[in-house]
C-alpha cells in the first residue's frame, strides 16, 4: 500500500510500510506535545505568514525588485524542528501542510480507498500521531 498526498502541482509518495515499520519500531511512543499546544503553534506559524507577507507586499510597493519578508527564519525553523520531534514526524508531514497542501489538504492511498482530510491543524496531528 501506498500513502499519496496532493502537492497541487503533483503526487508525492511515501510507501505505507515505513510508516508501518515506524509505529512497530516505536510502539509505546507517545506524542512530546498536547495536541492543543500542536494546533496553537500551527496557528501562530499561518498568522506570522500572512503578517510577513504583507510586510513584503509594503516593502516592495516602496521598492525597485521583490522582496520576501520572513525567507530564512531562525526562529520558525527551531520551532517546526522541535514540532516535528515532538510528534515524530519522520516523513515531513507538517511542512507539507505548512506550504504544500493547500487548497484540498487530502492524503489516501495509492488505490483510492481511504482518504484524510488534514485541513484542521488537529486532523494533521491525529493522522501523524496514528502513524496511519
Not at 515499520?21 to 499561518?46: N, P, V
Not at 516593502?59 to 521583490?66: A, R
Amino acid at each position: 500500500m501506498i500513502m499519496g498526498i496532493d502537492h497541487g502541482y503533483g503526487q508525492f509518495t511515501a510507501l505505507a510500510e515505513r510508516n508501518k515499520a515506524r509505529t512497530e519500531a516505536s510502539e509505546g511512543w507517545t506524542a512530546m506535545i498536547t495536541k492543543e499546544t500542536f494546533c496553537a503553534a500551527l496557528g501562530q506559524i499561518m498568522e506570522q505568514r500572512e503578517i510577513d507577507e504583507k510586510v513584503g507586499a509594503a516593502l516592495e510597493s516602496v521598492g525597485d525588485g521583490h522582496f520576501v519578508f520572513g525567507c530564512k527564519n531562525r526562529y520558525l525553523t527551531a520551532l517546526l524542528l522541535v514540532l516535528k520531534e515532538a510528534v515524530n514526524d519522520q516523513y515531513d508531514y507538517i511542512d507539507w501542510w505548512l506550504y504544500d497542501a493547500s487548497p484540498d489538504y487530502k492524503v489516501w492511498t495509492d488505490d483510492g480507498t481511504k482518504e484524510w482530510c488534514l485541513k484542521e491543524p488537529g486532523a494533521l496531528y491525529d493522522f501523524i500521531v496514528a502513524g496511519t
